[in-house]
T-cell receptor, first 111, second 117 residues
Framework: DAKTTQPPSMDCAEGRAANLPCNHS???????VYWYRQIHSQGPQYIIH???NNETNEMASLIITEDRKSSTLILPHATLRDTAVYYC????????????FGKGTSLLVTP | GAVVSQHPSRVICKSGTSVKIECRSL??????MFWYRQFPKQSLMLMAT?????????EQGVEKDKFLINHASLTLSTLTVTSAHPEDSSFYIC?????????????FGSGTQLSVL
């Protein structure tokens, strides 16, 4: 899997948008960008994934640069419950491969 | 979304005993399940890949005789930590692939906190 680079920690005020960046400059053409998050002492939760187009669902938006070397996860209106470690992972889809987790970004949403 | 149930959520055992952790896919069939381990303030580390009806594939450095994996059905995989020692204390998490509807998502159980005294 291509490696990713994320800032170790970020803060965000409640109600504001949280923009979490991820660099994946060695991503291959068949690799998707996945985002998961892990709230303390729980299993990771799927957020969103995409290949080249921007994606949006009920949880977040994913913006992927045209060269696919970086992406941004956007939580449009962060709440205190969004405090978690966010993992950006690149992985071939339909491959049966496990997700290999890096260190992620610890997001703290403050009142 | 798909649900993966993991049990127990927390277990405390004496050194030298064995502990079994169950991972079930509740509303989908999982031909492949993954087992992870997470130490405090660290990321998840893949231990092994479990395929239904065949032997598990272990990551380098993971002892297959210590961490026994059984995946006898499409909805159940078990991880048995044999002769547990304090250094095996960790958060164990399972994950299963949901290939339904063309989605290639992995869903995770809620984890098992193992404390070996």
């Amino acid at each position: 899997d291509a490696k990713t680079t994320q800032p170790p920690s970020m803060d965000c005020a409640e109600g504001r948008a949280a923009n979490l960046p991820c660099n994946h400059s060695t991503i291959s053409g068949n690799e998707y960008v996945y985002w998961y998050r892990q709230i303390h002492s729980q299993g990771p939760q799927y957020i969103i994934h995409g290949l080249k187009n921007n994606e949006t669902n009920e949880m977040a938006s994913l913006i992927i640069t045209e060269d696919r070397k970086s992406s941004t996860l956007i939580l449009p209106h962060a709440t205190l419950r969004d405090t978690a470690v966010y993992y950006c992972i690149v992985r071939p889809d339909n491959s049966g491969y496990a997700l290999n987790f890096g260190k992620g970004t610890s997001l703290l949403v403050t009142p | 979304g798909a649900v993966v149930s993991q049990h127990p959520s927390r277990v405390i055992c004496k050194s030298g005993t064995s502990v079994k952790i169950e991972c079930r896919s509740l509303d989908f069939q999982a031909t492949t399940m993954f087992w992870y381990r997470q130490f405090p303030k660290q990321s998840l580390m893949l231990m092994a890949t479990s395929n239904e009806g065949s032997k598990a594939t272990y990551e380098q450095g993971v002892e297959k005789d210590k961490f026994l994996i059984n995946h006898a059905s499409l909805t159940l995989s078990t991880l048995t930590v044999t002769s547990a020692h304090p250094e095996d204390s960790s958060f164990y998490i399972c994950s299963a692939r949901d290939q339904g509807a063309g989605l290639e998502k992995l869903f995770f159980g809620s984890g098992t906190q193992l404390s070996v005294l």
